[in-house]
């Protein structure tokens, strides 16, 4: 069982930056592939981010949604089982609930965060 824990959201204006961490569990965390999602009320759940696993130790692909492409940044640091969104130029429409999701065996995302709330203010 993996267990996913997300933290840094929070209330900021339109153009502000938040960083959001994501800490995952388990001792092969490097071959995670490691997506964000986010939920705004009233809509389904959509895809964000991802970094996935290429099978080097070096190299990790990110994907990004094209809403948020050049605005948001995903990154990992493996030491800490840990994958961050920057999010920069933060608009009103960003305003939903993150998730953090863990693709552990490349069968798609098993784990899942409970989630953490962004709103942003125009």
């Known amino acids: 069982q993996v267990q996913v824990v997300e933290s840094g959201g929070g209330l900021v204006q339109a153009g502000d930056s938040l960083r959001l961490s994501c800490a995952a569990s388990?001792?092969?965390?490097?071959?995670?592939?490691m997506g964000w999602f986010r939920q705004a009320p009233g809509k389904s759940r959509e895809f964000v981010a991802r970094i996935s696993w290429s099978g080097s130790a070096t190299y990790y692909a990110a994907y990004y949604a094209d809403s948020v492409k050049g605005r948001f940044t995903i990154s990992r640091d493996n030491g800490e089982n840990t994958v961050y969104l920057q999010m920069n130029s933060l608009k009103p429409e960003d305003t939903a609930v993150y998730y953090c999701?863990?693709?552990?065996?490349?069968?798609?995302?098993?784990?899942w965060g409970q989630g953490t709330q962004v709103t942003v203010s125009s």
């Open positions: 388990g001792r092969t965390f490097s071959r995670y592939t």
């Open positions: 999701a863990a693709d552990v065996n490349g069968v798609g995302y098993e784990y």
